[in-house]
C-alpha cells in the first residue's frame, strides 16, 4: 500500500464575489508533476439577476485545462472557434498548445435566475514535445460521461480519462492520464492498483474519507510517496466526493508566468510576445 507523504489544506482565495479555496499550488505544495494547479469555486449559491462566473477573455499556452461542474453550468468560448454551455456534472477539457484566448463565463440563464454553483478548475502540464500542439477543446455532458458503479452501488466512479474498472473515460487525452470524480455513499469502499511510479493527483472535494489508512476531510489535497501500487478510499460520511487522477510525471522543468507554462524562462518570453503580435487568434466576443 502506498503511504501518504503528506496532507495541504486548500486555501482560501476569493476572486471577486466568487468563493475560491487553492489546493495547488499553496505554500505547502508546488505541483505534483504534472498536475499543476487546482481551484475549488463555491459551493455558494448566486442570487437572481446576478453578474456570474467572472472569467472573461484570457490567453493560455503550453498546458490543458480541465474544468469540473459540480452545480451551475459555464459557457466557454475561444479564439478556434469553439462555444459551448456545459451544465452540471459535465466537464470541459480545453488543450490550450501553442496558445489561444478564451472564456470561461455562466450562461444567460444562470445570470438571470441564479442558483447554486460549485466548481473545480484543474491544469494539466503537456510534455515538451506537446507543448506547441493544435489547442482544442472538448466540452461533455454529464449524460456522456460514463458512470461505473462499485461496492454493491455504493461507489460511483465518473470516468472522464483513462480507464476504470474497464470502462474508458469520456475523453481520449493527448498525454497517458487518467480522471474521474468519484461518488461515495458512507461505507463505500474503493480498492484500486496504481503504479507506483505514477503520480497520484487525490483531492477531497466533500465529506471525510479514510485513504491508505489516514483520515482525510473535504478541501485537502493528499499527497502520496512512490512506495506502493495499492490505493484504498473508504467514505466515513455520505455524500462523500473525490478527484482522482494519476499518470507519469513528466520530470521536465516547469516554468509558470501567469497564464503560460513552459520549460524554459526564454519560451516565456516568446509566449508574451506571441500574445502581444496577436498569435494566438482573434477575440470575437
Known sequence: MRTIKSQHRAQNAPIADLTTYRALP???????????FLNHHGPQTYPAHNRGLPFGPHPHRGFETV??????DIMHQDSGGHQSVIAAGGIQWMTAGRGLIHSEISSDEFK???GPLEILQ??????ASLKMTEPNYIGVQESDIPAVALDEGRVIIHAVSGEWAGTAGAV?????????????RQ????????????????????GRFRLNGQETEMRRLVEFNADGDEFQAEALTDDAVLLLGHAAPFNEPIVAAGP???????????AYADYRAGKFGTWQG
Open 26 to 36: 499553496t505554500n505547502s505544495v508546488e505541483h505534483l508533476d504534472p498536475f499543476l
Open 67 to 72: 474544468t469540473f461542474i459540480l452545480e451551475g
Open 112 to 114: 438571470q435566475t441564479g
Open 122 to 127: 484543474l491544469w494539466v502540464n503537456l510534455p
Open 172 to 184: 481520449q487525452p493527448l498525454t497517458d492520464m487518467s480522471l474521474a470524480t468519484i461518488n461515495f
Open 187 to 206: 461505507g463505500g469502499r474503493l480498492n484500486l492498483t496504481i503504479p507506483a511510479e505514477r503520480t497520484i493527483f487525490c483531492y477531497v472535494i466533500r
Open 260 to 270: 503560460f507554462v513552459m520549460n524554459s524562462e526564454a519560451e516565456i518570453r516568446q
